[in-house]
């Protein structure tokens, strides 16, 4: 493979996709790159202006403008870091969601029309070979200057075409590695993950993939609860070799942003005392431990945990 080989995809693949086409109105009346920052912000209710500059690779000053932009437009309001009072931190405004769902539908529209012109026989072909070129680029990509883990580069992200599947087979593989667990937790997390795709509501349930320089390292559900006005956090992974990058954290962090963000009043979880890194996490974003109760589950003798985050500060 030559660099000319490289550059001629590229020219094929964005006149495929149409991130240059701006005669569709794909992304009007934004620029590609103002439409990025806004599908980041909708993804991270509360961004941190530091982190959306080194998420997006833009230049402080170009993200500076297109914030006042949206700040002018009422699509954004800015506050004062609840983690560190010297920063700042950008929230969509209910205009702002608009927009952004706008943008969304239009990019799935898109995607959608160009991938019913591949015959459904060649769409495993299609997403198998996106997975190589990813993870081949990934694989290969050129070391940082420094290489713990904290360094390096962690995105969260929607699903794609398959990541559903991954959560249950990353959550099945790890768990029998780690704790012994049988198949009947492959089966839990198979029912959790079907009852997901076949029928949610994306305005209040949401799925986040961690992506750690390129591949997926972790995930996280927020789903509606039995209970009225309760969300419900489920399957919280992260592979062993991305641990200690704050990606659990940060994936926690995005369900409770998020549950808080479209009304719910609290968020409940359901755990296993053998999970003392997940624990941590939970203790440290506010949950309070509701109830304890012994069983038998996944070929295991357990204590089952409920934790409860009130949203509102109740």
């Known amino acids: 493979m030559t660099v000319q080989d490289i550059r001629s995809f590229n020219r094929f693949y964005t006149n495929v996709i149409g991130a240059l086409d701006y005669g569709r109105h794909l992304y009007a009346p934004y620029t590609l790159t103002e439409s990025r920052v806004l599908y980041e912000l909708a993804h991270t209710p509360r961004a941190d202006i530091a982190d959306l500059r080194t998420e997006l690779t833009l230049d402080a000053g170009y993200l500076s403008r297109i914030l006042t932009r949206f700040e002018r437009d009422g699509l954004i309001e800015r506050s004062t870091s609840q983690r560190d009072p010297r920063r700042r931190t950008i929230t969509l405004t209910p205009a702002g969601r608009e927009a952004a769902a706008l943008l969304e539908e239009r990019s799935q529209s898109s995607i959608g029309?160009?991938?019913?012109?591949v015959p459904p026989a060649d769409r495993p072909r299609l997403t198998e070979a996106m997975h190589t070129i990813r993870?081949?680029?990934?694989?290969?990509?050129?070391?940082s200057p420094?290489?713990?883990?904290?360094d390096k580069h962690v995105t969260l992200r929607d699903p794609l075409p398959g990541d559903l599947g991954w959560i249950v087979q990353r959550n099945a593989a790890l768990y029998a590695a780690e704790y012994g667990w049988s198949a009947d937790y492959e089966g839990l997390v198979a029912r959790i993950v079907a009852d997901f795709a076949e029928d949610h509501d994306p305005h209040l349930e949401r799925v986040w993939i961690a992506e750690l320089d390129g591949r997926?390292?972790?995930?996280v559900m927020c789903v509606r609860d039995?209970?009225?006005?309760?969300?419900?956090?489920?399957?919280?992974?992260?592979?062993?070799?991305a641990r200690g990058a704050g990606i659990g954290d940060r994936l926690v962090q995005a369900c409770v942003d998020f549950a808080r963000g479209v009304g719910y009043r609290d968020l409940v979880l359901w755990t296993n005392d053998v999970l003392t890194a997940a624990r941590r996490i939970y203790q440290r974003k506010g949950f309070v431990l509701l109830a304890e109760k012994p069983h038998r589950s996944f070929?295991?003798?357990?204590?089952?945990?409920?934790?409860?985050?009130?949203?509102?500060?109740e």
Do not use: F, I, M, N
């Open 113 to 117: 029309a160009l991938l019913s012109t």
């Open 135 to 143: 993870t081949l680029l990934a694989d290969h990509r050129p070391a």
């Open 146 to 150: 420094r290489t713990d883990k904290a």
């Open 216 to 219: 997926p390292v972790g995930a």
């Open 226 to 241: 039995e209970a009225p006005g309760a969300a419900r956090l489920r399957l919280l992974l992260v592979e062993p070799d």
């Open 299 to 313: 070929g295991a003798d357990l204590v089952g945990q409920d934790w409860r985050l009130s949203l509102h500060g």
